[in-house]
Structures are given as C-alpha cells and as structure tokens.
C-alpha cells in the first residue's frame, strides 16, 4: 500500500510538471510572436516573388545574372521603374563601390610604404582611373536620365565600354608586380566590372525597343548617322584651324625652344589652359625638339595643339616597363580631356626596343582627332586607351602590339610601318583590348599603308609579321581597303596564347590590296572571317563605327564617312 502511493504522488507530480511546461512554452511562444499572428496571409510572399520575378525579367540576357538580380532586388516598386530607371539604379550601386574601391587603393597606398615603384605607381594609376570611371558612369545617368534615352545609345555604350575598361587597366598596371596588391584590390574591380557589363547588356534592351525610330541605326552598334553622311563632330571654327596653314593661325598660346613663345615647355602652356573649358584653346608648338612627358587631364577639354609638322615639331620622352612605369604611364603624350586635337606633331618613346612596354601617345579623349601626325615607338606604341577616336594621314612605327587598347578607333589613309624587333620577336600590327560582347569598341583600319619600315626591308624574311593577336576575350580589329606589302606573313594572324579568344574574337579583312592581302591561306580561326559584304563593312566606318557623323565635321580633319571617299 506504501508502495503504490509512492508512485501515485511520482506520477502526479509529473503530469503537473508536463502541464507546467506547455504552459510555460504557450506564454512564451504569444509573448515573443507579433501580436497579428491570426491575420498572416501569403501576400507579402507574393509580392516578394513577384519583385524577384520583375528583376529576373530586367536580367535576362545579362552575362553576371545572379549580380544582376541581387542589385534590383533591393530596389523599392520595381514594378514602376523602366529600364532606364533600373540600369540608373545598377550605376547608382555601382558608384558606391567604385568610391569604395578608390579608398581602399589610398589605404593600401598610406598603410603599405615599402611597396616597389612599380606597384606604388600601379596604384596611383587604378586611383586616377578610378576616377575616371566614376566621372564616365555620372555622364551615364544623366543621359539615363533623359526622356528619350535611346538618342543618346551610343554615348551610353561608350561611357560604359570606357568605365569597364578602365578596372582592366588598372589591373594590368601590376602585370609586373609579385602579385599581392593585385590580390588585394582583384576582387572589388571585378565586381565594378561585372556590374557596368550588366549595364550595357539591359542598355542593349532599351536600344532594341526604340529601334523604330525615323533615323536609320546600325543594327549591331545602334549607330546615329546623320541624313547628310557627314560627321559633326566638331565646330566650324575647329575645321577652318585643321585648313588654315600656320602662318594664318591665330592661336591662344605658342611654345616655343628658342624663347621667342610665351613658353618654351609645353607642359607650361597645358597648366596655363582653361579648365572645363566650352571652346576650342589652341596652343602653337613651333619646331623643335621638346624633351617632356605631356598629360592633358580630364580637366582640360576642347584643346588643340597645332605643330610645324611631323619630324620638325618632335615631342620626346622615355619612360618604359623595365625601368619601372606601367605600360599605362610610360606615354610620352597622355590625353584624356574630351575633344583633343593635334595636327603636325611627332611623338615619340625613345625608350627602343629593349625596354619593351613604351608608349608615344596614350589617348582616352572622347571625340579626339589626330591629322598629319606621326607616333615612333617600338612595343606599343600608340595606345588607344578608350573612347572614340580618328586618325587621319598619319605615321605609326612600331614592333611588337604597336597599336593597341579598347577604344572605338578609325585610322583612315594612315600609313603603318613594322621596325625591325629584337632578336626572336615578332611584328604585331594590333592588339585590341574588347573584354565584353556589348562594347562598342575596336580598331579599324581603312585604306591605309600596311609597311615594313625603312629599318626592316633588307631584314623581312628573318622575321614574321602579323596583322593583329588578341589581347583580350572579344578583341575587334579590320582592316578594308588598305594595301598590304609583302611583309605580311601568309596566316594573317596570331595566337595570344594557345586557344584564347579564337571563338570570341572578330577578325576581319575586306577588300584589300598588295601582296599582303592575299587570304588563301589566312587562319581558320572561328572569330575569323573575309568580309563579303559591304554592309557588314559598313559598320566600321567612320559614319558608322565612331559616329563621325556627329563630330568630325567641326575638326576640318578631312575624312570620308564611308568605305571609299
């Protein structure tokens, strides 16, 4: 009897214990639960799917799509903004992390004191083209901005290209390096870069649905060409500047070795020039030899420098790779203020051909223009860094990549001439620097001179001479209408690296000349192609492929906006 009342009081005081604790766990469970509980719905679940949907949808075609979603996203009523409303709010994104990026390159710079020259000098590039890229990616949403964003397409794509290729350049600014700061700061250009690629994929979207405009768009590059055929690039006062000769120039300054100027070093004329200015400022170099490294920023737009001619007014310098400047450094003339021009002038990197990397003329300037120049050089000579840029009647003397960059380029009647490399090197005319299917850049050559130099024509068959390699995944380059010599190896052609690029790229040849020319036995790269039609040429004209249209006409620089004059 003891016994079983034992466990009668055991097993009651355990029923209390376990009613206790659902009562406990059900106070709880109402104190720290919202007080609606009953009137939960599925409609926020709804509404978050439908947001995720809407931001799929905006994607759709883009190459980082999961970096894409994640961005609009976090934007509020995405079912009320268009197109341009989400590409602005991906630029919006984008910025924070550019501003983000910019700081962390000053603090590395500031907390790491002993780096090399190299990497000191790399990081000082990536923070001034950091810069930049947040200055091309404001242009970007004002234009966005605007009610019919389509009409300003193909200043968007530029903007983008030049903002995307500028995280490239800064990266290959530590090619040389041991690698750590590159490691470093890797990750967050990419990001930018991805980011900005997307951008230019939704832009290519709003392209198509304002496609029925009246005015006639190239279909793969959503080209304004103007009625008349003609670019309006620049003023009718810069056009008569480019026709009238010297002697009847007015100019705004004039540089001179001899005294008889207001200055005798042209960097001194650059510092006195206006900034942001909305006119053209000219500056005369009179003949002469000047020994200088020249940098027109962002800051000094509209400029025109204006020579006696190529081979009597002769810029030099000679900064190069081995020595310790990046290849983006290393130019002896530097512009990027909007609107450059230079008529009669020779630049030159001295540095020769053992000192490798060594540029003569460096241009990311929007609308720059350059007529009876000529650039002297070894490895990568003229860089055309980004941009829309024209060169006409011109001379560039190189070796190895001697043209080279990621700008939406024309060089027409110019004359290009392989020097004779260093001992087991090769002649490479072009090395474009494309990294995504929906830039608007590359280089075209129409009707020019494809050479051997003078330094090269007894030693040709020593030493094989190519057209172009692809320096980047989607590298463009043409050439039409030009006459080839003999110095031209047979494949036309080479290999970056094994396979690289060969399926991505777009190399193309149409209706050339000369001895050179000859495709019979051209690469059979799938990027490859003889061009049979003249409309798909078409689109690498100055009408077409840099809207010369648009801008040109104001130089006086003469051109055709064509293929043929």
């Known amino acids: 009897m003891y016994i079983s009342r034992r466990r009668m009081t055991k097993k009651l005081l355990l029923e209390f214990l376990s009613i206790s604790s659902i009562f406990i766990f059900v106070f709880v469970f109402f104190s720290l639960s919202p007080r609606k509980v009953k009137h939960t719905s599925t409609l926020p679940k709804l509404h978050i799917h439908n947001h995720i949907q809407l931001a799929n949808s905006a994607c759709e075609g883009t190459l980082y799509p999961d970096l894409c979603v994640s961005t609009l996203s976090t934007v509020p009523d995405l079912h009320t903004k268009s197109l341009p409303m989400l590409i602005v709010a991906t630029v919006n994104q984008t910025l924070d992390e550019v501003r983000a990026s910019e700081l962390n390159c000053s603090r590395i710079q500031k907390k790491f004191k002993h780096l090399d020259i190299r990497e000191q000098r790399a990081l000082q590039d990536c923070i001034e083209l950091l810069d930049d890229t947040i200055s091309d990616l404001k242009i970007t949403i ?287 005319y072009t090395a474009q620097g494309r990294e995504d299917p929906n830039q608007n850049t590359g280089i075209s050559i129409l009707n020019c001179k494809v050479a051997a130099a003078a330094d090269l024509i007894p030693n040709k068959t020593d030493f094989r001479t190519f057209l172009g390699r692809p320096w980047k995944e989607y590298s463009r380059t043409v050439f039409m209408y030009s006459y080839m010599e003999d110095v031209i190896d047979p494949v036309g052609w080479l290999e970056w690296n094994a396979t690289f690029a060969l399926e991505t790229l777009y190399y193309g040849e149409y209706m050339n000349r000369g001895p050179g020319s000859n495709t019979s036995a051209r690469v059979t790269w799938p990027g490859y192609r003889v061009i049979n039609s003249s409309t798909e040429a078409s689109k690498f004209t100055v009408g077409n492929f840099i809207q010369g249209s648009e801008w040109l006409n104001s130089t006086e620089i003469p051109y055709y906006s064509g293929l043929t004059p």
Request: glycine share 6%; charged share 25%; proline share 2%.
């Open 142 to 428: 004002s234009d966005l901005s605007k009610s019919s964003t389509s009409k300003y397409y193909n200043d968007l794509q530029t903007w983008f290209s030049a903002a995307m290729t500028n995280q490239y350049t800064c990266l290959d600014g530590f090619a040389y390096s041991n690698g750590k700061v590159r490691r470093m700061i890797k990750k967050r250009l990419y990001r930018i870069s991805r980011h900005v690629s997307n951008s230019l994929a939704m832009l290519k979207k709003v392209k198509k649905k304002n496609s029925s405009s009246g005015r006639k768009l190239a279909e793969e590059y959503g080209v304004d060409v103007a009625e008349d055929g003609y670019p309006s690039w620049l003023s009718r006062k810069d056009r008569k500047l480019l026709q009238t000769s010297v002697n009847e120039t007015v100019f705004d300054l004039i540089v001179a070795k001899d005294g008889s100027g207001n200055f005798s070093t042209i960097m001194e004329a650059v510092a006195l020039a206006p900034n942001k200015s909305d006119t053209r400022f000219v500056i005369y170099i009179k003949a002469g030899a000047y020994f200088e490294n020249v940098e027109v920023d962002k800051k000094k737009p509209n400029l025109m420098f204006v020579g006696d001619g190529i081979g009597k007014t002769v810029i030099k310098a000679s900064r190069n790779v081995v020595d310790g400047w990046t290849t983006f450094r290393s130019a002896t003339v530097a512009v990027v203020g909007t609107g450059f021009i230079a008529k009669g002038i020779t630049i030159e990197n001295a540095a020769g051909p053992a000192k490798h990397q060594a540029v003569a003329l460096r241009s990311g300037s929007d609308l720059s223009a350059f007529f009876n120049c000529s650039f002297v050089g070894y490895q990568d000579t003229l860089y055309v860094h980004s941009l829309r840029q024209f060169y006409r009647d011109c001379d560039v003397y190189g070796t190895v990549d001697f043209i080279f960059g990621n700008a939406a380029v024309v060089l027409q009647k110019c004359n290009l001439y392989a020097r004779l490399p260093m001992e087991n090197q090769k002649n490479i």
